[in-house]
């Protein structure tokens, strides 16, 4: 989809022509690049280089932390509850806690994007 600028820039409502427009050069994530495969992965599919777009080396990055790292942010709640001897954060969902007790794991994940985005796309 980032082929397309509708995607990648933003929409501004025009208006002398009363359409929306689309006008903006797409910033370097969503241009394509040429990155060097290592010698490992060279060996391995016979490619030297690889185009992408930056932002799916991001997206990787991301959703492998995601996949990994995620579900520990319910091991980690689970511990601070039973550290003082809760149960469940609330009672807003019988049987199942709180709103805490439901997104656990999005609250590490919302910490690690924060500081991903503001150390690496920024």
Same mark, same amino acid.
């Given at each position: 989809?980032?082929?397309?600028?509708?995607?990648?820039?933003? &929409?501004?409502?025009?208006?002398?022509?009363?359409?929306?427009? &689309?006008?903006?050069? !797409?910033?370097?994530?969503?241009?394509?690049?040429?990155?060097?495969? !290592?010698?490992?992965?060279?060996?391995? $599919?016979?490619?030297? $280089? &690889?185009?992408?777009?930056?932002?799916? /080396?991001?997206? #990787?990055?991301?959703?492998?932390?995601?996949? /990994?790292?995620?579900?520990?942010?319910?091991?980690?709640?689970?511990?601070?509850?039973?550290?003082?001897? #809760?149960?469940?954060?609330?009672? $807003? #969902?019988?049987?199942?806690?709180? #709103?805490?007790?439901?997104?656990?794991?999005?609250?590490?994940?919302?910490?690690?994007?924060?500081?991903? /985005?503001?150390?690496? /796309?920024?």
């Amino acid at each position: 989809m980032s082929g397309w600028r509708y995607f990648v820039c933003p &929409v501004e409502f025009n208006n002398d022509s009363n359409r929306f427009q &689309v006008d903006c050069e !797409p910033s370097q994530l969503f241009q394509l690049q040429d990155y060097a495969l !290592p010698s490992v992965l060279e060996s391995f $599919t016979g490619w030297t $280089t &690889v185009r992408l777009y930056p932002f799916q /080396i991001h997206s #990787i990055a991301l959703s492998s932390f995601a996949s /990994i790292m995620g579900p520990f942010g319910g091991f980690f709640a689970s511990g601070f509850k039973r550290a003082f001897k #809760i149960k469940d954060f609330a009672n $807003t #969902i019988p049987g199942h806690g709180g #709103i805490m007790d439901r997104f656990d794991c999005q609250y590490l994940m919302a910490t690690f994007v924060n500081v991903y /985005i503001a150390s690496f /796309i920024r």
